[in-house]
């Protein structure tokens, strides 16, 4: 991930220049760029938007998606929805959590891994499920443990 | 040798992407010349990864497919001998018994070929739109009785003419596909399957009210969805009608239609109170027209079709067809198309084959998560927006989450406010403090403390959130917290727990 660097942000605000209410798609091209919203980029993008810095930072710190520190190199999220629950989605994350020693929304210490809850990925008759970077698994069990670490290697 | 392969996030999920991998690979090694297209899914998920073979008597299905079984099925040229043969899908009972209208094509065409589209009856809805002029064209949805399927049922038709009749210099057209409810996917289905229905139900909205943008706001927890949408917009035929790709941010309460606006706005996904309407004044402060995905994607078959004829499905009020999604613990867990009016046990036991697990069904939760939980004493009440209602539930989106005997029905009203704690937007005081007061009293209870003052305290709570919430958030988090309470309240009493031990 590219460290802050405002000719980055600038272009990310060009691309941007022509649509009507513009901040969700920036901060999300901004979190695509630098791994997080940097602190840096909140007076940035209010100066740009015409906002203020509360507004922006209203904005980022209401949506669970931005966060404000670089997250581990791989993302693991785990559905804790009813659906999932039905299937005994609490024992797969359980055992998830325990092997790599965490918490929900920690990072490994060596950065290779986070784990984050979310509340439904919409692959609710294939429960339990979860996303690894972007990627769909379902039908977990407690011994998808082994695919996750063989994914992230 | 054509071979379908679906591409369904829920289908990729569960191995499709391996298996397809491995029939092209296989095909190659074994000189067998084969096109391989890459579909929506037929919803049949406890089948998935599903591989379908074209033959001259039809397709033929073989499913749950393993990338190890790909070596057999390609030697043996798909043939109907393999223990994997499921035979023509349309005669499998779960899709047999269905009234696909909305789904027709899902599962069936590559969703981003323009051809498969116009070759399996797209544009129809749309080239009759503009053949029937505006006006007509809203009395069309008026007719067809369609009411809105994000849960709040309510009339399209009406909707859209009190945006037709505002006047303005800008209209919008918002498809609400935050599908955030879990049991749901009907909409993931819609736009890795088949978007450019999507589209088209968008652009036929568009030309009766009088608005020439629209806006798609996708969750961000369907990023394939996302993809397939962007690309179907980039190859959208149609004129005059400009839609763009929107990405919500893991903010459930942005399903709600203001806060969604708000959203798109580029604000925090905060509530807004109604009136004005969004009808009136809506996105940016103009007209708009915000329906969930599959009202909108509804639409082109009514409008090629006839209204009368999509109004001759159906029950009382609830007229045409609902996607129910049968989720969670179901053992033939997959979206069944059909008329409203199914009982919740024909449902649960007949459709969805009772559970996964095997164990008796306990409890089911229709209409995601601040939907009631049905015991099996009320699965003779008809699937429709007012028999849910009269028993104090909803149809909501149409999910269907089946548990076994194995829930704790106090463990899931204490997430029924949890949840509502996680993800209120803070607007109103009923919803932001009455949901964490909610999970801290339901401790309490199960933990044995003064059982009997502390559900009174939870009943009384649950009646502020239902009347005094801004939106369904707070408003209908009562649902699953006293129907748990009341259909299951043996699961309430607890031991009481040594503070010491605590």
């Known amino acids: 991930m590219a460290a802050w660097n405002e000719a980055r942000a600038e272009e990310i605000l060009r691309r941007?220049?022509?649509?009507?209410?513009?901040?969700?798609?920036?901060?999300?091209?901004?979190?695509?760029?630098?791994?997080?919203?940097?602190?840096?980029?909140?007076?940035?993008?209010?100066?740009?938007?015409?906002?203020?810095?509360?507004?922006?930072?209203?904005?980022?710190?209401?949506?669970?998606?931005?966060?404000?520190?670089?997250?581990?190199?791989?993302?693991?999220?785990?559905?804790?929805?009813?659906?999932?629950q039905s299937m005994k989605a609490e024992a797969v994350a359980q055992s998830v959590l325990d092997h790599f020693d965490l918490d929900w929304g920690g990072t490994t210490p060596d950065g290779r891994l986070t784990v984050e809850a979310t509340y439904c990925l919409g692959l609710c008759a294939c429960a339990p499920s979860a996303m690894l970077d972007g990627e769909p698994m379902a039908r977990l069990t407690p011994d998808c443990v082994d695919d996750i670490v063989r994914e992230i290697g | 040798m054509k071979i379908f392969v679906?591409?369904?996030?829920?289908?990729?999920?569960?191995?499709?992407d391996k298996v397809a991998a491995a029939i092209a690979e296989e095909a190659r090694r074994q000189g067998i010349a084969i096109v391989l297209v890459r579909t929506g899914s037929r919803g049949l998920f406890w089948l998935e990864p599903m591989v379908e073979v074209a033959t001259p008597e039809g397709r033929i299905a073989f499913g749950p497919v393993a990338p190890r079984d790909v070596a057999s099925l390609v030697a043996g040229r798909f043939d109907r001998n393999h223990p994997l043969c499921l035979g023509r899908p349309e005669e499998i009972g779960f899709l047999k018994r269905q009234t696909r209208v909305t789904f027709a094509r899902c599962g069936i065409v590559d969703p981003l070929s323009l051809d498969d589209y116009r070759a399996h009856g797209g544009w129809r809805g749309l080239e009759r739109a503009r053949s029937l002029g505006a006006p007509k064209t809203l009395e069309e949805v008026v007719k067809s009785g369609l009411r809105g399927r994000g849960g709040a049922g309510f009339p399209?038709?009406?909707?859209?003419?009190?945006?037709?009749?505002?006047?303005?210099?800008?209209?919008?057209?918002?498809?609400?596909?935050?599908?955030?409810?879990?049991?749901?996917?009907?909409?993931?289905?819609?736009?890795?399957?088949?978007?450019?229905?999507?589209?088209?139900?968008?652009?036929?909205?568009?030309?009766?009210?009088g608005a020439t943008k629209?806006?798609?706001?996708?969750?961000?927890?369907?990023?394939?969805?996302?993809?397939?949408?962007?690309?179907?917009?980039e190859l959208s035929p149609v004129d005059g009608f400009e839609i763009e790709v929107r990405v919500g941010a893991g903010a459930y309460v942005c399903g709600e239609e203001t806060s969604l606006l708000e959203s798109l706005e580029g604000k925090r996904g905060e509530v807004r109170a109604k009136p004005p309407l969004p009808a009136h004044r809506g996105l940016f402060g103009k007209p708009t027209v915000i329906n969930n995905l599959i009202s909108l994607a509804t639409v082109p078959s009514i409008l090629a079709d006839g209204a009368d004829q999509y109004a001759a499905l159906g029950t009382g009020r609830s007229r045409g067809t609902m996607p129910i999604q049968l989720a969670g613990n179901a053992r033939y867990g997959g979206l069944f198309e059909t008329a409203f009016g199914l009982t919740l046990g024909e449902i649960v036991d007949d459709i969805g084959g009772g559970t996964r697990s095997g164990r008796p069904v306990r409890a089911v939760q229709v209409g995601g998560p601040l939907g009631a939980y049905f015991p099996r004493a009320l699965f003779d009440t008809p699937f429709d927006y007012e028999a849910f209602a009269a028993k104090d539930g909803l149809i909501g989106h149409g999910g269907v989450v089946v548990f076994d005997d194995s829930v704790d029905m106090a463990h899931q009203a204490r997430f029924a406010l949890e949840f509502c704690a996680i993800e209120s937007c803070g607007k109103c005081t009923p919803c932001r403090i009455g949901s964490t007061r909610g999970v801290e009293t339901m401790d309490k209870v199960m933990r044995g403390e003064r059982p009997a003052a502390n559900l009174a305290l939870i009943a009384d709570l649950c009646q502020t959130l239902k009347f005094g919430s801004l939106c369904a958030l707070g408003g209908f988090t009562p649902y699953p917290v006293m129907s748990a309470l009341e259909h299951f309240p043996e699961d309430f009493i607890r031991p009481r727990l040594d503070a010491a031990a605590d």
């Open chain 2, 6 to 16: 679906p591409r369904d996030a829920a289908a990729r999920a569960v191995g499709a």
């Open chain 1, 16 to 84: 941007h220049e022509d649509r009507e209410g513009p901040l969700l798609p920036i901060l999300h091209d901004v979190q695509a760029v630098f791994g997080c919203v940097p602190a840096e980029a909140v007076p940035f993008i209010a100066h740009a938007l015409n906002l203020s810095r509360a507004e922006v930072h209203g904005v980022v710190s209401f949506y669970h998606d931005f966060r404000p520190e670089v997250a581990g190199r791989h993302v693991l999220k785990l559905c804790r929805a009813e659906a999932c």
């Open chain 2, 156 to 209: 399209t038709g009406i909707k859209w003419k009190t945006v037709a009749d505002t006047a303005a210099d800008r209209k919008y057209i918002v498809c609400n596909a935050d599908e955030g409810d879990s049991g749901t996917y009907a909409d993931r289905m819609i736009m890795e399957g088949d978007p450019f229905l999507l589209i088209e139900g968008m652009a036929i909205a568009g030309f009766a009210v």
């Open chain 2, 214 to 233: 629209g806006y798609v706001y996708i969750r961000s927890e369907y990023p394939d969805a996302v993809r397939t949408m962007r690309r179907a917009v």
